[in-house]
């Protein structure tokens, strides 16, 4: 099972941009997916999380700003960020809790991170 993380870039304060994470191989389910951000010399922290059934968890510093959805048909999750700061700069990770069988336990898989920066 992979991870594939795509859309960061350089953005101007209060700029958008779109990322996307898609799962691939043998996958029978997947149970919740998120996308965490690491800041230089900060730990990672939990941006957004969306599970199965479309329920969705922000973290307070993004509500209202950035959107989390996913296309179950396409193992993808997306995450909308609207109105960037300089503070949500970092490195952006999406995560999956993954089924590979009906036989198999729930793992935790991580895409490779993608850089965002908001700068001027």
């Known amino acids: 099972v992979q991870l594939q993380a795509s859309g960061g870039g350089l953005v101007q304060p209060g700029g958008s941009l779109r990322l996307s994470c898609a799962a691939s191989?043998?996958?029978?389910?997947?149970?919740?997916m998120g996308w965490y951000r690491q800041a230089p010399g900060k730990q990672r922290e939990l941006v957004a999380g969306?599970?199965?059934?479309?329920?969705?968890n922000y973290a307070q510093s993004v509500k209202g700003r950035f959107t989390i959805s996913r296309d179950n048909a396409k193992n993808t999750v997306y995450l909308q960020m609207n109105s960037l700061k300089p503070e949500d700069t970092g490195v952006y990770y999406c995560?999956?809790?993954?089924?590979?069988?009906?036989?198999?336990?729930?793992?935790?898989?991580w895409g490779q991170g993608t850089q965002v920066t908001v700068s001027s």
């Open positions: 969306i599970d199965s059934g479309g329920t969705t």
């Open positions: 191989g043998s996958i029978y389910s997947i149970n919740t």
């Open positions: 995560q999956a809790n993954i089924i590979m069988s009906m036989t198999t336990g729930k793992y935790s898989y």
